[in-house]
């Protein structure tokens, strides 16, 4: 039965005259809209821990953790899969993994990144900015207070170093001289672009900005997303910028979305990377009591498991991506052509609890 | 035409955080189905475009609190069409005369005389008349949307389509 209304389209009109009316005087709730996950991650963690202090929630815990998790997986880290060398933070510091598995521990800090040949190290650690040398000798120190997310860019002759303090963006030669505050950023990991130019972009609320640092002039503001950004990345030629925040992804290129992605409310994203030779965008899907890694635009599904995968942290020559599973306890690097999988457990054990993937380089 | 529901669920998230373009792209979605339904129902144009409207008044004032894990359109159509069976059934209450017939002469006079029939159907005959077949939903949505037992609708569905056949025959 198809037909159309007499004046269906004059009706339309009218009842939009007054529809959009009410909703420009109407006053939104005043309630965070992500406010029920705190309260549920406590519920959870307070089921989960009073689950596991009984003597039958002891031996489920321990079931679930033998379920969880690739069964096959080595018991330690002892190779990469591909060249390049990690920098591994946690509750017990920052790590240093050389492709034969060998590691160092540099020492309490709490981010990190490569210098732009891996040569060095920036971190940083209560109210200091930090660059040391793969053996953990401190170069220099600046004393920012709290200071965070130090990206390294450059040649070798000359690089820089964007950090955030003080709810600030600020930017230092990698010589530690010259620090300068550059413009006010949301707290993300700021992410400088490939390319003979200094173009760095930052997180400001629910938009990203492209800034020249050389010019110092914005090259373009995103249009807001529904929530806040996340995380900033570039893709390896530099040319695609990827805005992620847990419930709207966006991929621009020149200035416009090329690709995105929408979760629905029952389901999120926890993290998402440029993969792959051909640099397409992977994201984690997080929905109930499973995660899976995808293509934003479409394609197999990479890999998927029970519990959740908070990171994924592509290798330098983005070939291999490192999906981190702290539900198993587990880092899988899964290869992204001709799929392989290779599963490493006891993370905890190795390097501490909360350990996370602060950069892979370099190829 | 509606949108995904991918697209649908972003509408309403952003909608609900005060972007007013999405709250038209929602409301230009589903104004159509929504208008469509609520004259099936009730045979009036003027008293279809209060009812839809009011409808959308009322996702307005419920913005805040809706459930974005639930599509949209059911939960408007379950507005309009209940509205639309109070108003209908209010008018008989009134005595008036049938609705004026405002088919447009261009429709094909099979398509009148079908419409014609179904507007002297009851409204609540109408009613899943308009939902399975206008709207696509299925007889086990329609009980969801009008909190009515399957059985129900099934029997309401067949009864109307009985007396819309023998009418036209």
Redesign the interface.
């Known amino acids: 039965m198809k037909f159309v209304v007499p004046e269906e389209r004059e009706a339309e009109e009218r009842a939009w005259a007054v529809v959009s009316a009410a909703y420009a005087e109407r006053e939104p709730v005043a309630w965070p809209r992500r406010h029920w996950q705190p309260l549920v991650a406590v519920a959870v963690v307070a089921a989960v821990v009073a689950a596991a202090l009984s003597p039958p929630g002891r031996s489920v815990v321990r079931s679930v953790r033998k379920a969880v998790g690739i069964e096959t997986a080595e018991q330690a880290l002892f190779s990469l899969p591909t060249r390049g060398q990690l920098l591994v933070s946690s509750r017990s510091g920052l790590w240093l993994v050389r492709p034969d598995g060998s590691k160092r521990r540099l020492g309490r800090y709490r981010d990190a990144t490569f210098s732009p040949h891996g040569l060095f190290v920036a971190a940083t650690r209560a109210n200091q900015l930090v660059a040391l040398d793969p053996k953990g000798a401190v170069r220099w120190t600046l004393a920012r207070p709290a200071p965070r997310f130090p990206a390294w860019t450059g040649t070798r002759t000359d690089t820089r170093i964007a950090y955030l303090s003080g709810g600030r963006l600020r930017i230092v030669a990698g010589d530690g001289t010259g620090d300068h505050v550059v413009a006010r950023a949301a707290a993300v990991a700021p992410a400088w672009q490939p390319g003979p130019e200094r173009v760095l972009a930052y997180a400001e609320g629910r938009s990203a900005v492209v800034y020249n640092t050389d010019r110092g002039t914005v090259l373009l503001r995103t249009p807001p997303i529904p929530e806040p950004v996340r995380k900033v990345a570039w893709s390896r030629d530099g040319e695609r910028l990827l805005v992620f925040a847990p419930h709207a992804t966006r991929v621009y290129r020149n200035g416009k979305v090329v690709e995105q992605d929408d979760p629905s409310d029952a389901t999120l994203d926890t993290d998402a990377a440029f993969a792959g030779r051909r640099g397409h965008v992977a994201a984690i899907r997080f929905a109930g009591v499973s995660s899976n890694v995808f293509w934003i635009g479409g394609g197999p599904v990479l890999f998927s498991g029970t519990g959740v995968f908070r990171q994924l942290a592509p290798s330098p020559d983005g070939r291999w991506v490192l999906v981190t599973w702290p539900t198993a306890n587990q880092w899988v690097f899964v290869r992204t052509r001709r799929r392989k999988i290779v599963a490493v457990a006891r993370i905890a054990q190795q390097f501490g609890r909360r350990a996370r993937v602060e950069d892979w380089c370099c190829a | 035409m509606a949108g995904t529901?991918?697209d649908e669920?972003?509408w309403v998230?952003?909608?609900?955080?005060?972007s007013?373009s999405d709250?038209?792209a929602l409301?230009?979605a589903h104004?159509?189905p929504a208008?469509?339904a609520a004259?099936l129902v009730v045979r009036d144009?003027a008293a279809?475009?209060d009812i839809?409207?009011e409808a959308?008044?009322a996702a307005?004032?419920a913005?805040?609190?809706f459930d974005?894990?639930r599509p949209f359109g059911p939960w408007l159509h379950r507005i309009v069409v209940n509205r639309a069976i109070d108003w209908a059934r209010a008018r008989a209450l009134r005595a008036e005369g049938e609705a004026v017939d405002?088919?447009?002469p261009e429709?094909r006079e099979r398509?009148d005389e079908?419409?014609r029939e179904l507007g002297r159907l009851s409204p609540e005959h109408r009613a899943v008349i308009v939902l399975r077949?206008?709207l696509d939903y299925t007889p086990g949505e329609i009980a969801e949307l009008l909190e009515l037992p399957r059985g129900t609708v099934n029997s309401r569905l067949r009864r109307g389509l009985d007396a819309l056949k023998e009418r036209l025959e």
């Open positions: 529901g991918r669920r972003a998230r952003r909608a609900q955080a005060g007013a709250f038209e409301f230009r104004w159509g208008y469509r004259y144009a279809a475009e839809a409207q959308f008044l307005v004032r913005l805040d609190r974005r894990r405002v088919a447009a429709q398509d079908l419409l077949y206008l």
